[in-house]
């Protein structure tokens, strides 16, 4: 929002600008993996929650000097990504010693219940602050709730599992070696990293070029923009708490690659929008709502099934596997859809990047996941 209102970013620079926020997913998941699997996770979180508050926080103070630029912002969404990529790795490796794997459905429902909580009310509010005060300063409210988050962990209590001395690090060559090799021999696990490359590789082409989509195509302002991703938070909210009942009805491997689907065809209702601000509105709504409530339903079972078929000892190291490749494949996919963006225009290429988007849940429809009926015990 900062690049398209106060930059007036072009359709190939926000291909760019989503290239290098989703860019340090590669690098860091190639580099992280190994180093989360030997070391205390939450001390990480808490350092990369402070880090990312001093980084957005430059915005604003560039912007109130006047020297804002993209190469700032492009420095900025690098820098953030790369801190989200390692908290994501290091989260996803400290959940299961903190609650135990006979938990970990239910808890990775609850952390996703608080999220689609925050992103029912967190868009609302940064329309109106991007709409009534300036992009700059909204930034500067996001950089103070990672200040919260930091304060948050830092009072957990609960001791992490013990590390095992005698086992050394290897190094990140043979972290990323043990990771990829260790996702690819369970047929279960391998058939989620294939459905996370497809989805990283036309999610970068929608991602780029959504907003943009939005603001531009269907006019609508970024308070409208907001309340509709705010419907996106309601449909999350309503996403982790089916996501254990669609798996006890359609059994955990069927309702990833079905509920999937069911999250790119809704998706699909905001770009058959008219560009009439009544109709736009509506279609954004019901878009962003079915869209949100049928794609974090996959998320936090695959998440789980990961975590429940995986070594903790290997968690990390697996985990920054599938963030290296959803970040590289996002890198290849938002600088393609930036170009075609360009060419063919934001409609078309975003109804590409939903037809790509199918392809990962047919995949998964052939593969191995459709025998997954239950979540593993051990």
Do not use: C
């Not at 926080?57 to 993209?70: E, R």
């Amino acid at each position: 929002m900062m690049a398209v209102m106060s930059l007036g970013a072009s359709p190939g620079q926000l291909g760019l600008l989503y290239a290098l926020s989703s860019g340090p997913a590669l690098i860091v998941g190639l580099a992280a993996g190994d180093y989360l699997d030997h070391a205390a996770r939450r001390p990480v979180l808490i350092a990369t929650d402070l880090a990312r508050a001093l980084i957005l926080i430059t915005l604003p103070l560039a912007a109130w000097l006047g020297l804002l630029s993209m190469f700032q912002v492009y420095a900025a969404a690098a820098l953030v990504g790369a801190g989200a990529v390692l908290f994501d790795i290091a989260d996803h490796a400290y959940l299961p010693g903190l609650v135990g794997k006979a938990q970990i459905t239910d808890a990775n429902a609850k952390l996703s219940l608080t999220e689609a909580v925050a992103e029912t009310g967190g868009p609302a509010l940064a329309g109106v602050l991007f709409q009534w005060l300036t992009a700059p300063i909204a930034v500067s409210f996001n950089a103070a709730t990672y200040v919260g988050s930091a304060l948050l962990l830092a009072a957990i209590r609960t001791p992490e599992p013990a590390r095992d001395t005698q086992v050394k690090r290897a190094g990140w060559v043979d972290g990323v070696i043990i990771g990829g090799r260790t996702a690819w021999i369970d047929p279960r696990v391998r058939a989620l990293l294939v459905m996370t490359g497809l989805g990283g590789l036309f999610g970068g082409f929608f991602g780029a070029l959504y907003i943009a989509f939005v603001l531009r195509d269907l006019g609508l302002s970024p308070f409208m923009l907001g309340l509709g991703i705010a419907a996106g938070g309601v449909g999350a909210l309503t996403g982790s708490l089916i996501a254990q009942p669609l798996a006890r009805r359609l059994g955990v491997g069927p309702a990833i690659y079905a509920s999937g689907a069911l999250s790119a065809l809704g998706t699909m209702i905001v770009l058959l929008a008219p560009a009439r601000a009544p109709g736009a509105m509506t279609a954004l709504v019901v878009s962003q709502f079915l869209g949100d409530a049928f794609g974090v339903a996959p998320l936090i079972l695959s998440a789980s099934l990961r975590q429940s078929v995986l070594p903790q000892k290997v968690l990390g190291r697996v985990g920054a596997t599938f963030r290296a490749l959803a970040g590289g494949s996002a890198v290849a996919g938002s600088l393609v859809g930036g170009g075609l963006g360009q060419v063919l225009g934001l409609r078309p290429t975003l109804l590409l990047a939903i037809a790509g988007l199918l392809i990962g849940p047919l995949i998964g429809a052939g593969s191995p996941l459709r025998k997954v009926k239950e979540m593993p015990a051990d």
